[in-house]
């Protein structure tokens, strides 16, 4: 029953942090966007306890990590491989990795989302790994 509680306690900490870190830096109010979320951490650190904290991992991590492949997937599927120039390129890159008078590639597809997404599901993974070593522990 503990298993059950501590899980479903710690995956909304997850999406209200995953939640707060986006609306508080998009409006320049980091730290009290995150007040609550860390309330609730230090709330949850002592009733259900820290065994399955590694849920708030994967909800912060697996829910944008879909998104993220699902953009990246898209940009794959929608380009012309038939052009002899495909390129990946980064987010921040705005004239697409050109230097004065080279042509531009017929596509990009974004590394910088394809990095973001491999280290939000290594973060996904991690809280996976957590939960899964406390299970084995608490079975033991």
Do not use: K
């Amino acid at each position: 029953m503990r298993a059950v509680v501590g899980v479903l306690y710690w995956s909304p900490i997850g999406f209200l942090a995953l939640n707060a870190l986006y609306v508080s830096v998009g409006e320049n109010r980091l730290r009290f966007g995150l007040l609550v979320p860390v309330a609730l951490d230090h709330f949850g650190a002592w009733w259900p306890g820290l065994g399955y904290s590694g849920m708030a991992l994967v909800a912060f991590g697996a829910y944008p990590a879909l998104l993220v492949t699902r953009a990246v997937f898209l940009q794959v599927f929608s380009s012309g491989w038939s052009c002899s120039m495909v390129g990946f390129d980064g987010i921040f890159n705005p004239i697409c990795g050109m230097a004065i008078g080279m042509s531009a590639g017929c596509t990009t597809v974004s590394i910088d989302l394809i990095l973001f997404g491999l280290a939000l599901w290594a973060t996904a993974h991690l809280g996976a790994a957590l939960v899964d070593r406390q299970s084995r522990r608490v079975g033991a």
